[in-house]
């Protein structure tokens, strides 16, 4: 009898993701589109589906157990207010540079000029956020309702409102606070078991986009998505390891092999949400950050801190400028950064939310909004791409504030640590 050979859970993900898309491919290419709908939807769907329903499942509750525990041992809300600056500071500097970078890299390589291409579907602008309305609405006016909706800024200001009344409390808080360890133990153990059918999920998420993606559409748009990606690359390997160096001095090739399981899952689902119990597992298990720094820094960045997307909008905006013949002005560019950023504060990071802030940020340097429906079908490749460099850059900033707050253990970080397996 053949061994199977013993793969930890990233070694089985990465298998998963070949498998998925050489048999998406094998089956755009060879079976009558009639028998690939059907594979797609008794086989890809519920697989994907079920995964994604999983993880999103945890989502609410890890957070909100995770981030009061987390409060509560740092205690007071001097620190908290250190440790959110630090980790603000990060996110609104990386999405800054992100936006420069894409706006500066479409600009020199022009990848909409002389193209005229077919408007795909109509989309509609949405209106410009209030940041006044953004703030206060972090406030709920029913905790439940919050969780329910599984608004983020919600659920983090409940859990840290929660946690600063425990560490107060003391002694009459205890039970409480033994409760919710309990209860934290018990979601980390789900995370886990729910990760045992990642590789499952990754194969059917993967294998739906290819079997569905027709190879055609991308052709007139490869100068484009070229950009995209080539800049989000250098986004990740030159922002992200100076970040790393400069500011921690931590490793920057280890820490790319440490995010690698949170990478794929982000590729995967599109939603730096879904992943988030992944990412949180992935900043303690193989990062070594501290519960108190990731419990807060990751759901607030699931939430706010989007540098694919910010680099996606910067790109996006210069190119459907270039296909309507349009010129941007220094004024432009600045509204452009202004806009992208102040939109991913308020977006939740789910499949296909940075078109939707695109249109904000086109209504307002006056690009017709009709510009979307040119890239929208290749968006979801790109999607992928983009939430895969969100999450990366959710877990630098982690890194860089917990190893500057003393809350990371280096011998985890440099693999000295026993890893993230499955069925060990
Ligand atoms: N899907 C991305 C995320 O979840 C957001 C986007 O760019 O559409 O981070």
């Known amino acids: 009898m053949p061994r199977i050979p013993k793969l930890g859970l990233t070694g089985w993900i990465m298998v998963a993701l070949a498998a998925g898309l050489v048999c998406g491919l094998l089956q755009y290419l060879l079976l009558p589109e009639a028998v690939n709908a059907g594979i797609i939807r008794w086989v890809h769907d519920p697989l994907g589906d079920i995964f994604l329903n999983g993880i999103r499942m945890l989502v609410v509750p890890l957070v909100l157990v995770s981030l009061t525990l987390g409060t509560a041992a740092i205690g007071d809300l001097r620190k908290l207010g250190r440790i959110g600056g630090k980790v603000m500071g990060l996110y609104l500097g990386t999405t800054a540079v992100a936006i420069t970078l894409g706006y500066g890299l479409a600009k020199l390589f022009h990848p909409g000029r002389g193209l005229s291409l077919p408007v795909e579907a109509a989309f509609e602008a949405k209106s410009k956020p209030f940041i006044m309305d953004i703030i206060v609405d972090i406030v709920p006016t029913n905790p439940f309702l919050g969780m329910v909706e599984g608004k983020m800024l919600q659920v983090i200001f409940i859990a840290i409102l929660a946690g600063l009344s425990i560490a107060s409390l003391g002694d009459k808080a205890a039970p409480v606070k033994r409760g919710l360890e309990s209860l934290d133990a018990i979601i980390q153990k789900m995370v886990w078991f729910v990760m045992m059918f990642a590789p499952f999920g990754v194969f059917g998420l993967l294998a739906k986009v290819v079997a569905s993606e027709g190879i055609e559409v991308f052709i ?7 950009t995209i990606l080539g800049g989000m690359g250098l986004h990740v ?8 160096i400069v500011f921690a001095k931590l490793n920057p090739v280890r820490f790319f092999l440490n995010a690698w399981p949170a990478v794929v ?6 939603s ?3 992943t988030l119990p992944v990412t949180m597992r992935v900043s303690e298990e193989r990062m070594g950050t501290d519960e108190s720094i990731h419990s807060f820094t990751l759901p607030l960045g699931a939430t706010v801190n989007m540098d694919g997307t910010a680099f996606m909008q910067g790109c996006a905006t210069v ?3 270039e296909v309507y013949g349009i010129p941007l002005s220094t004024g432009d560019f600045l509204t452009v950064v202004l806009m992208a950023t102040l939109a991913s504060i308020g977006t939740a990071g789910v499949p296909g939310a940075g078109l939707i802030m695109l249109s904000m940020v086109l209504h307002e340097v006056g690009l017709p909004i009709e510009g979307i429906g040119i890239i929208l079908g290749v968006d979801r490749v790109l999607d992928m791409c983009r939430t895969a460099v ?8 982690t890194a860089v504030v917990s190893k500057s707050e003393g809350a990371l253990n280096q011998a985890t970080y440099d693999h000295e640590s026993p890893r993230m397996t499955v069925g060990s």
């Open 220 to 226: 007139p748009l490869i100068k484009y998505m070229g």
């Open 390 to 397: 969100n999450v990366c850059g959710d877990l630098a900033a």
């Open 319 to 321: 190119f459907i400028a």
């Open 265 to 270: 899952v982000a590729f995967s689902t599109a």
């Open 237 to 244: 390997l030159v922002t992200y390891s100076l970040v790393l």
């Open 272 to 274: 730096s949400n879904a």
